[in-house]
């Protein structure tokens, strides 16, 4: 081997060496998040993009189980180190002795806007009407309930709930006429309105302390790995400001990060909602989660669903 490619061959090795050492280093972790679309994903991608992530010297593995059930049982399996979920679904898990504990927000409100087919234009209008729903405990049957409650409307009296799936199998049951309304985010309202059909309140003025996603973990690794937390926390935090002053480079940042879908679109749904992301999380937020969440038993108290410790230590830091 003669020298030019000897030292070529030891710089590559040197170099593999030290990527090798730097990605050994991180801590490496586990998040879920029970929904695909970019009002969950983009602080993620972000992260990932820009690099938030390695700054807090963590290696996260993002991956997206469509279901809070499904999503909330693997915590608790181990399978998980964080996940993000509807926010109902932990404090109902919570509630119910499991050993959970929410540290951080993720968005603060929710951007639902109901939408109905021909002759559903107004809340009145839903007096009668099929509503559809994800499932059995999620997030969209607890927000249409509670915004029905606020209207004075009781479920199977005054409306009935079908649960079809995700939102595009309620967008293509709402088209085949099998429901008359359901709540969707901003991407998809985008489209529902072009195609004809009709706004008929906004669920998030409606319901303005109920946050939309929340970030929990276990109690046991809250206690034992508390600067972790905090420095996820933080990466997310930054990609939150980031996508709130550079929306244009965050919309691309979930480009090359392989999302799919019509970014034009998606640019313009990022304006409804942007301002929404936040770690932050408020017992106020929390007690409008147990008010819609059912839970009966008067002892449980804020505090014991949520630590806002690592949140606030999070925006405190660089």
């Known amino acids: 081997m003669n020298r030019k490619y000897f030292l070529l061959y030891w710089t590559v090795v040197f170099l593999g060496a030290a990527m090798w050492h730097g990605s050994a280093g991180a801590e490496r972790i586990r998040v879920a998040s029970s929904s695909p679309s970019l009002t969950a ?7 990932h993009e820009e690099g938030f992530f390695k700054q807090q010297g963590l ?24 996940v993000e979920t509807g926010a109902p679904s932990p ?13 951080g927000g ?3 409100r929710l951007d639902y806007i109901m939408i109905g087919r021909k002759g559903f234009g107004s809340p ?12 059995a405990g999620g997030l969209s049957e607890s927000v249409v309930i509670a915004a029905m409650k606020n209207l004075g409307f009781q ?13 595009p199998l309620r967008m293509l049951a709402l088209e085949q006429g099998r429901i008359d309304a359901s709540i969707f985010t901003p991407h998809q309202q985008l489209i529902l309105l072009q195609k004809g059909y009709h706004s008929i309140m906004d669920v998030g003025k409606l319901l303005p302390e109920i946050p939309s996603l929340l970030l929990t973990t276990t109690r046991e690794r809250a206690a034992a790995n508390p600067d972790v937390a905090v420095r996820f926390l933080r990466a997310i935090h930054q990609a939150m400001e980031f996508i709130k002053t550079n929306p244009d480079r965050a919309i691309d940042d979930a480009r090359k990060q392989k999302y799919s879908g019509d970014m034009k679109t998606e640019r313009e749904a990022l304006k409804y909602y942007a ?33 806002a410790r690592f ?7 660089k």
Not at 91 to 103: N, T
Not at 155 to 167: E, F, H, M, P, Q
Not at 311 to 317: D, E, L, N, P, T
């Open 106 to 108: 993720f968005r603060s």
């Open 41 to 47: 994903r983009l602080p993620h991608l972000v992260a």
């Open 59 to 82: 290696d996260v593995e993002s991956i997206v189980v469509r279901n809070d059930a499904i999503i909330l049982a693997a915590l608790a399996a181990g399978e998980f180190n964080y």
């Open 155 to 167: 479920r199977d009296r005054d409306y009935k709930i079908l649960y079809v799936g995700n939102s």
């Open 275 to 307: 301002d929404t992301f936040s770690i932050s999380v408020s017992a106020k937020n929390i007690e409008a989660l147990i008010d819609i969440s059912g839970i009966k038993d008067s002892k449980l108290k804020p505090g014991d669903f949520f630590d």
């Open 91 to 103: 404090v109902a898990a919570i509630a119910k002795g499991l050993p959970f504990v929410i540290v």
């Open 124 to 135: 009145e209008s839903l007096k009668g009407a099929v509503i559809g729903a994800t499932g």
């Open 311 to 317: 949140a606030v230590k999070a925006m405190a830091g």
